[in-house]
């Protein structure tokens, strides 16, 4: 130990000469160091402020220019040599810049070191700057130009001999990859992530590369055994390609290799063996490909974070595979394992996924000594037996899904320990027994699913303590009893299910803010059917059929305003159905004693179900006898929406006072719109509530002629909502101004804003043709052929992506096709783009999903993660997917879209299912197009967040359909 130690002081002291004398040398030779964050004190080379002066001219969008030394400037770090300083690092990323003009200022920067010219617009005027000679190219050794729509063939990179890190990630380079690389002897990291390229993964790089990103391109072929002469390689990235065949299993010549991602191929075979023996990987995903066999023995000895979901890999799940200090996450779901879980579980695993797989036998009574588990999901196996006690001591556990096994027995009584669950599914098993009242003590739950077991009792009265509960479905069980009071209470409540019970006595008043599902059918329920339930103005879904319920029908429900599906059959009603707007669909069939309201009209249904068909015939007529297009597209965006409300029930004669303007405010640089624009005008519009021809959940659109005859939308925010109180409408100012800013065909871009004492207002141009969903789903679907609803679809994931590579990416509180706009068949535009900048969401309720998005547009992890993703808006881009090519609504008959379009994706026969076949059928092109386009919906509604691709490879993958 003695000797150990003397050797370790010598070799310290040895180090600190060497620094020392380093440092010296510095000094005597007068060798220039890098610089630290902080801008130099030196002033800047003469030279220099020139060239960054004539930069500034070029960069007025945030570039802080206020300093006279440049150095000080956002982004601009500088260097001293002697008593001058030079500028080395030069980051404006995210600037909107487009003019290729800045290229030539660059390049006399002949000491810049490093530059970032990401999220920005250069397209492909960058191919000069890579072809031309320029002395700063000589120095460069690391250039980010990613995410900047280039859309050029690769080419060569002789001119930048230094260049060490190279980023040219979310762009559309095109070609193949050999010796473009050769010439940059000390290139350590190489990102192509999300382009265009195809041909084999190239392995001409010089040896010492470190970091190799190839994700998200066209790559086909086997992985080259050349690729592992890369010794130095720390990250390989071939996710998202069309790599094929099985894996060289030579992963032992990496060893420094910490991240291997070969997620969404088409590789087969065996997972190699050899990965469980590189001791610095830590993170390994090879999910969504063709693996089959069994899983190495130690395969997570060394990795923290490993993904295997989607494959076809079988038998039983090694029994060392969740216990190794220091795991983090395993995924395993949609494979074919079989046998018992591993009932050695490590203290740190965080997440654990094994749905959808054939395990069966018991939830180990080890369970709990997974202390730092999270998400437990092992749903969909045939998992038996009772659920453990000890599941009670994972108190960190956030979501557990245990739906779709064959678990029996009564719920322990711990489950009330997990305070901090947010999601509890426990769907499709045997379980009996009362509900345990002690569920009443998760304070977080927000999603409580117990439907299709056998439990009995009543619903316990403490479940209104679940203030955040937004889900509660108790279907299929054997629950008697009435149906407590203190239900109202649950102030966070949108979706309430319990249908097939045997619930008796009456209906009690509901909980104001359900917006999706009240089903209580199948039941014993009696008396009247209350009128208070017309006050769920945002309630889609009502099923009170199969009760013994009596009295009339309550005209107070033709005021629930978002009311898309009325069931009322088999119960003992009788009297006279109010008149329903047209969008609702009603079923009254098995009560003898019930008329309908609108008997006399020759065109009403004959059946209890009231027919799109008819429907379609009274406005075709109205809109023919009246005359015009114009009136038939007015009364199909006012009648067929979701989300769009009754403009007629307010009536059009009654103009209000004008509104007293505190601020008006142009937002837009271009003359036109800004000469035309008059405030007052937009407000006296505003005032007639028949300019009104749209209304959303949180806006109502006015049509406003301006003086000189131009039209312009003027959209009210519904500012009286308190989740739209964000703190001052400043705020709200300084959002929209932010937005006003961005420039995307494809996007509602605010022109100016209106601030009044009680309300804000938004101006845009008039472009309003209807919305997409007036289109698919309102009778006029005919009007959209196969190049049109293409059109759509690549217009929107233009605009969605452009949203996604903002600095500050926009988010999108409800994207569904009520939202998108069409400027003319085959335009769209995303509207209310605001609402994620504006909206607290910590004002909703609680719970995100109470008023995040649509029916059937809602990601399902939203229930849990209470927070807005771009892989939740690419979920819901994929719901619109499939509504263009199924031409279905996203819900049809209590189904979501998404989950019957994956349900049916398992074979090529199945699949053809889905389509539309009145589009599908038109020629074999549109066929093979139609089936290209649904392969990308289907990646983009997949259950994980993880597997769901980016809206710029989504982009790609619908230019690329065929």
């Not at 699913?449 to 054997?478: C, T, W």
Request: hydrophobic share 40%; proline share 4%; aromatic share 6%.
């Amino acid at each position: 130990m003695e000797e150990r130690r003397s050797c370790y002081c010598r070799n310290n002291g040895f180090l600190l000469q060497l620094v020392l004398l380093f440092f010296f040398l510095l000094l005597f030779l007068d060798v220039p160091m890098v610089a630290t964050a902080a801008p130099s004190s030196a002033p800047l080379n003469s030279t220099q402020v020139s060239i960054m002066k004539d930069l500034s001219a070029l960069v007025t969008a945030r570039w802080n220019t206020s300093d006279s030394n440049p150095c000080r400037w956002d982004g601009v770090n500088c260097s001293s040599s002697s008593s001058l300083s030079f500028v080395t690092n030069l980051t404006l990323s995210g600037y909107g810049l487009s003019n290729s003009t800045i290229f030539s200022h660059l390049c006399d920067l002949d000491t810049l070191q490093s530059l970032d010219l990401s999220k920005n617009s250069f397209a492909n005027s960058v191919q000069q700057f890579f072809t031309s000679s320029c002395s700063m190219k000589a120095v460069l050794r690391s250039l980010n130009l990613s995410s900047n729509l280039i859309a050029i063939p690769l080419g060569d990179f002789s001119g930048f001999p230094l260049l060490e890190v190279l980023d040219l990630s979310f762009n559309s380079f095109s070609g193949g990859v050999s010796t473009q690389f050769n010439s940059l002897p000390k290139l350590r990291s190489l990102n192509f992530s999300s382009n265009n390229l195809v041909g084999d993964v190239p392995t001409s790089m010089v040896l010492s590369l470190e970091e190799l990103v190839l994700s998200s391109n066209k790559f086909s072929g086997s992985i080259p055994k050349a690729l592992f002469n890369y010794q130095n390689l720390t990250m390989l990235d071939l996710s998202q390609n069309n790599l094929n065949g099985g894996v060289p299993d030579e992963f032992l010549k990496l060893p420094k290799l910490r991240t291997l991602l070969l997620s969404g191929n088409v590789l087969s075979g065996n997972i190699p063996v050899s990965v469980s023996n590189v001791a610095s990987l830590s993170r390994f995903a090879a999910n969504q490909n063709n693996f089959t066999g069994f899983i190495p023995s130690g395969i997570t000895k060394n990795v923290k974070m490993l993904d295997l979901s989607y494959n076809n890999l079988g038998g039983v799940i090694p029994s060392d595979i969740l216990s190794p200090v220091g795991l983090e996450t395993v995924d395993l779901t949609r494979n074919m394992f079989e046998g018992h879980i591993p009932s050695n579980l490590s203290s740190t695993l965080y997440r654990l996924r094994l749905g959808y797989n054939s395990l069966n036998g018991t939830i180990p009574d080890t369970i709990g000594d997974a202390l730092a588990l999270a998400y437990l999901e092992l749903d969909s196996n045939q998992l038996m037996g009772s659920i453990p006690f000890d599941l009670g001591k994972c108190k960190k556990l956030s979501l557990l899904n245990l739906a779709s096994n064959k678990f029996q027995g009564r719920l322990p009584d711990a489950i009330g320990n997990l305070d901090k669950l947010v999601v509890l599914k426990l769907q499709m098993n045997n379980l009996d027994g009362p509900i345990p009242s002690l569920l009443s003590d998760l304070a977080n739950l927000s999603t409580l699913n117990l439907s299709h077991n056998s439990f009995i009792g009543e619903i316990p009265r403490e479940i209104s303590k679940l203030s955040k509960l937004s889900v509660l479905n108790l279907q299929g069980n054997k629950i008697s009893g009435s149906i407590p009071d203190s239900i109202s209470l649950l102030p966070s409540l949108i979706e309430l299910s319990l249908g097939n019970n045997s619930l008796n006595g009456t209906i009690p008043m509901m909980p104001t803010k359900l917006s999706t599902v009240l089903d209580l059918s199948h039941n014993h329920l009696s008396g009247s059917i209350p009128s208070n339930i017309g006050l769920l103005n945002d309630l889609e879904v009502l099923d009170l059929s199969y009760n013994d319920l009596s009295g009339e029908v309550p005209e107070s429900l033709v005021n629930m305003q978002s009311l898309t599906q009325l069931v009322l059959s088999y119960n003992h009603l009788s009297g006279s159905i109010p008149i329903f707007p047209r969008h609702v669909e009603l079923n009254y069939t098995g009560n003898p004693g019930l008329q309908n309201g609108i008997e006399n009209n020759e065109n009403a249904p004959t059946g209890g179900k009231r027919s799109a068909h008819g429907i379609l015939v009274i406005i075709f007529a109205i809109a023919g006898a009246l005359g015009g297009l114009c009136l038939l597209t007015a009364i199909v965006t006012i009648s067929y929406s979701k989300r769009i409300y009754r403009v007629e029930d307010e009536g059009t004669s009654t103009e209000e006072v004008v509104a007293r303007i505190i601020n008006g405010h142009l937002i837009t640089m271009n003359s036109i719109h800004a000469s035309a624009i008059d405030f007052s005008k937009a407000m006296e519009a505003v005032s007639n509530q028949s300019n009104i021809f749209l209304k959303t959940r949180f806006c109502t659109y006015y049509k406003a002629v301006m003086p000189n005859g131009s039209t312009y939308s003027v959209k009210r925010l519904n500012y009286s909502d308190k989740i739209l109180q964000i703190g001052s409408q400043g705020k709200v100012g300084h959002e929209l101004e932010v937005l006003g800013k961005l420039s995307n065909s494809n996007v509602m871009v605010p022109l100016a804003y209106v601030v009044t004492e009680d309300n804000a207002y938004i101006i845009y141009e008039y472009v309003h043709k209807g919305t997409v969903f007036d289109f698919l789903h309102a009778g006029r679907s005919d009007v959209l052929d196969w190049p049109s609803r293409y059109s759509i679809a690549f217009g929107l994931a233009q605009g969605l992506t452009f949203l996604h590579g903002c600095t500050q990416p926009v988010l999108l509180l409800d994207l569904s096709t009520s939202t998108i706009h069409l400027k003319s068949m085959n335009e769209p535009q995303i509207g209310d783009v605001e609402l994620y900048k504006i909206v607290d969401t910590l004002k909703s309720s609680g719970s995100l999903s109470t008023i995040a998005g649509t029916v059937g547009y809602i990601p399902p992890e939203y229930a849990y993660t209470m927070r807005l993703t771009m892989a939740g808006n690419v979920y819901s881009f994929g719901v619109i997917l499939l509504e263009l090519l199924t031409g279905k609504p996203s819900v049809s008959d209590g189904i979501e879209l998404a989950k019957w379009a994956l349900s049916l994706s398992g074979s090529p026969d199945q699949r053809e299912q889905i389509l539309d076949t009145t589009v599908s059928r038109t020629s074999a092109a549109v066929h093979r197009q139609m089936l290209s386009v649904l392969n990308i919906a289907l990646a983009c509604v997949v259950l994980s967040p993880d597997a769901r691709p980016k809206m710029r490879s989504v982009l790609r993958m619908l230019f690329n359909a065929k």
